[in-house]
């Protein structure tokens, strides 16, 4: 076992072969229109709700943009009966774009059959073992999935992306982060339609109004931030020798330990898991020298998140607050509003040539510096919808920072961001 | 000269003969159809554009509802060139509508001819003798039209309401203010069109787009919170003495000092004032004992204020985060919202028998404890647009309590307030 990360190559042939399971929904259909055409996957199958199994996938599209040539005459797979044919079906790697509570059990079962899953649902970005991986911010923690490999013993595992708020949200603070600190943060989302899938919320009930609430969306957005800002347990360094030897002779012992007798992780709060984990039968812990083989969240910031439903169709518009723990000052002792905006501009790749992988965009953060931008009707679409747009950086005369942030919640924070993974599995040779 | 608000009395008669100044744009109407049938006012004059003046109101009129049959035969007067009209027309009081670049001479103007003028513009809010008051929040601020009258000597006053988002803001915050003491609070808008006046915002710009800049809103949102909350400079047992005798004294020598040399204002920030006042000749300052004769505003409260413009036709959403000075705890340490919430609903009048005034609401504010409301489309008309609604009440993991709030900007933000300022001047015999 080596580095996954140290060894990215973008020269990849043959193309890898993929089922898309929830294909005919929002986020589904947004897969397959990136993977329609793309450089090293193809999709071979998808899978939908019995209703529509058995049918051509060009029957039951429904999006502005045409059903991709190469995928219309696909006859749909019932992502439930039919799991066993995704299973046989030759894949190499499956999108799951299923409603939660679908996806807990089967993408479970794929990852345990040994498949890679690259899951847009929230079920398990819970699990302790599973990483919440956005490429632009955290590209490092898809390395436990060596964790779940080890465990499953079958090759299988499961990747996921972020809530579409956080992926915008994140962005930003890993910027600031690694610029100022970040201390803590508030933000108030004012969230697109497309964002709740289709068909949505009733027009009489979101037409001309605010929906102050999103199930589960503000406890998304504080325990993702966490996850993603969060560190591996153990160093790079030590990682393959414990995971080979040292997990595997407690693991023949039957021994196991739970986040709680972790030496990094003294605080009150549980390590991050939802009632899907148990249900799932995931999220089993290994300790070794005290450390938990998960994420271990950063507790150190402090976030609050309250959300909106707004009648926007697409691009999710967030105000952000932001504490820094060093605040870049001017000569006055005022806050230096040019040093945050830079420190957006100079985001970039903690991964040589990320760009190539690609759905990734040469630019992470488009900044604006005019009076009334971003808004998400004229800027949702930079970078293809991977770049996140940052404007009015001000003071705050509270914490320290606030700006105004749009994210496209349908690609970055959504389908690009699991294209995204998948392409950074390949390159680093976690998929092979 | 006595105690204006010690004299309270809610039986009226006869009625107080007034004119409006900008009638047909959005909140000139609302004004029109609050006072239409008015116990205690009847609007006998109405102040139009150039464009308009000379035409009957109903043949003007644009509005949902019909033009009020008692108004819709008035001819309409040039709000400007017709001005000495409303200064010889008999008139008790005088509601302006204008847009801010117009009040701040017109509003000087009548003032200083001897008429009370009930101003919804933001053109004179900032002058240090000129009031915001919300009855609501802050009755005992109309006081101060004491110190303009001495200064004007002809017995006219302005009197302003606030900005459409203080005006809930303000109202959440004094009865958290009342109850726990506030350090701090950050607020997100997602303010409705109707907030523009009419034609406002062009289609294309706002339908499904959120836009993230309202010209000067934040700055009026946090200055006017300041100043609603802050204090008179000097007592009420003092202010006829010094009104009377010392501040004549000083006047007669010329004598007048900036509010920098205030005891009671020793920070780095100057009072309020905006451009308007030097150019209006307003906000001369008299110092007695070292204390300047306006409003000294809290500075002790830190606001941060973040606005949005929203595809919403009526009523103001806002999500806030307040820090309070000392947070009621339940009996395991954590956030008592219950305490909050009863805080929020117990919040009442300052002064005795306050909603005999004809648009004082019997209850300021609603509270909401499910968890997707308030919103705009369905609670911005409870109190007949005068009740503050609130809802999800929940610990804020930055500051101490989120919520979310929505506030009829057009009637308790706008002309609701106007008349209600009006009215409060009536019953409290400082309007004869």
Same mark, same amino acid.
């Given at each position: 076992?080596?580095?996954?990360?140290?060894?990215?190559?973008?020269?990849?042939?043959?193309?890898?072969?993929?089922?898309?399971?929830?294909?005919?929904?929002?986020?589904?259909?947004?897969?397959?229109?990136?993977?329609?055409?793309?450089?090293?996957?193809?999709?071979?199958?998808?899978?939908?709700?019995?209703?529509?199994?058995?049918?051509?996938?060009?029957?039951?599209?429904?999006?502005?943009?045409?059903?991709?040539?190469?995928?219309?005459?696909?006859?749909?797979?019932?992502?439930?009966?039919?799991?066993?044919?995704?299973?046989?079906?030759?894949?190499?790697?499956?999108? *799951?774009?299923?409603?939660?509570?679908?996806?807990?059990?089967?993408? *479970?079962?794929?990852?345990?059959?040994?498949?890679?899953?690259?899951?847009?649902?929230? +079920?398990?970005?819970?699990?302790?073992?599973?990483?919440?991986?956005?490429?632009?911010?955290?590209?490092?923690?898809?390395?436990?999935?060596?964790?779940?490999?080890?465990?499953?013993?079958?090759?299988?595992?499961?990747?996921?992306?972020?809530?579409?708020?956080?992926?915008?949200?994140?962005? %930003?603070?890993?910027?600031?982060?690694?610029?100022? /600190?970040?201390?803590? &943060?508030?933000?108030?989302?004012?969230?697109?339609? *497309?964002?709740?899938?289709?068909? /949505?919320?009733?027009?009489?009930?979101?037409?001309?109004?605010?929906? $102050?609430?999103?199930?589960?969306?503000?406890?998304?957005?504080?325990?993702?931030?966490?996850?993603?800002?969060?560190?591996?347990?153990?160093?790079?360094?030590? %990682?393959?020798?414990?995971?080979?030897?040292?997990? &595997?002779?407690?693991?023949?012992?039957?021994?196991?330990?739970?986040?709680?007798?972790?030496?990094?992780?003294?605080?009150?709060?549980?390590?991050?898991?939802?009632?899907?984990?148990?249900?799932? /039968?995931?999220?089993?812990?290994?300790?070794?020298?005290?450390?938990?083989?998960?994420?271990? $969240?950063?507790?150190?910031?402090?976030?609050?998140?309250?959300?909106?439903?707004?009648?926007?169709?697409?691009?999710?518009?967030?105000?952000?607050?932001?504490?820094?723990?060093?605040?870049?000052?001017?000569?006055?002792?005022?806050?230096?509003?040019? &040093?945050?905006?830079?420190?957006?501009?100079?985001?970039?790749?903690?991964?040589?040539?990320?760009?190539?992988?690609?759905?990734?965009?040469?630019?992470?953060?488009?900044?604006?510096?005019?009076?009334?931008?971003?808004?998400?009707?004229?800027? *949702?679409?930079?970078?293809?919808?991977?770049?996140?747009?940052? /404007?009015?950086?001000?003071?705050? +005369?509270?914490?320290?920072?606030?700006?105004?942030?749009?994210?496209?919640?349908?690609?970055?924070? &959504? %389908?690009?961001?699991?294209?995204?993974?998948?392409?950074?599995?390949?390159?680093?040779?976690?998929?092979?």
């Amino acid at each position: 076992m080596t580095l996954t990360l140290s060894n990215i190559d973008y020269n990849i042939s043959p193309k890898f072969r993929a089922g898309v399971l929830g294909g005919t929904g929002t986020v589904g259909q947004n897969l397959v229109l990136l993977l329609a055409n793309h450089p090293w996957i193809t999709v071979v199958a998808i899978g939908a709700s019995e209703r529509n199994a058995g049918k051509r996938y060009q029957d039951v599209w429904r999006n502005c943009r045409p059903c991709p040539e190469v995928v219309k005459d696909i006859v749909l797979w019932d992502a439930l009966q039919d799991k066993k044919k995704f299973i046989t079906g030759d894949l190499d790697l499956v999108f *799951s774009a299923l409603d939660s509570e679908l996806a807990v059990q089967v993408e *479970s079962d794929l990852a345990a059959s040994g498949l890679a899953v690259f899951s847009n649902a929230s +079920s398990h970005r819970g699990d302790i073992d599973v990483p919440i991986v956005l490429p632009l911010v955290n590209p490092g923690h898809l390395e436990l999935v060596k964790i779940q490999r080890f465990y499953a013993k079958s090759g299988g595992y499961i990747v996921t992306n972020s809530n579409c708020s956080t992926a915008g949200f994140v962005t %930003a603070l890993k910027a600031l982060q690694d610029a100022f /600190g970040v201390d803590s &943060a508030i933000c108030t989302t004012m969230q697109a339609v *497309s964002g709740a899938g289709n068909p /949505g919320p009733h027009w009489n009930q979101i037409d001309s109004n605010v929906v $102050p609430y999103i199930p589960g969306e503000e406890e998304k957005i504080e325990n993702e931030t966490k996850k993603i800002l969060g560190k591996l347990p153990v160093s790079a360094e030590q %990682a393959p020798a414990l995971d080979a030897h040292t997990c &595997a002779a407690e693991k023949n012992t039957g021994k196991e330990t739970d986040g709680s007798t972790s030496v990094e992780h003294q605080d009150e709060r549980p390590p991050l898991s939802d009632a899907s984990s148990s249900t799932s /039968g995931r999220g089993t812990v290994c300790a070794v020298y005290g450390k938990i083989h998960g994420i271990i $969240p950063n507790d150190q910031i402090r976030i609050s998140a309250s959300v909106n439903r707004v009648p926007v169709v697409d691009g999710h518009t967030m105000s952000v607050s932001v504490k820094l723990t060093k605040p870049p000052l001017d000569e006055n002792m005022k806050l230096n509003t040019s &040093a945050i905006e830079e420190a957006f501009e100079n985001f970039t790749f903690s991964i040589p040539d990320m760009d190539k992988l690609p759905v990734i965009p040469s630019k992470f953060i488009q900044v604006f510096r005019s009076l009334d931008e971003p808004q998400p009707k004229f800027h *949702s679409q930079i970078g293809n919808g991977m770049t996140v747009s940052i /404007g009015k950086v001000r003071a705050c +005369s509270v914490l320290d920072v606030k700006f105004t942030l749009v994210v496209n919640n349908a690609i970055l924070g &959504a %389908a690009g961001g699991a294209v995204a993974n998948a392409e950074l599995a390949i390159a680093s040779r976690i998929l092979l």
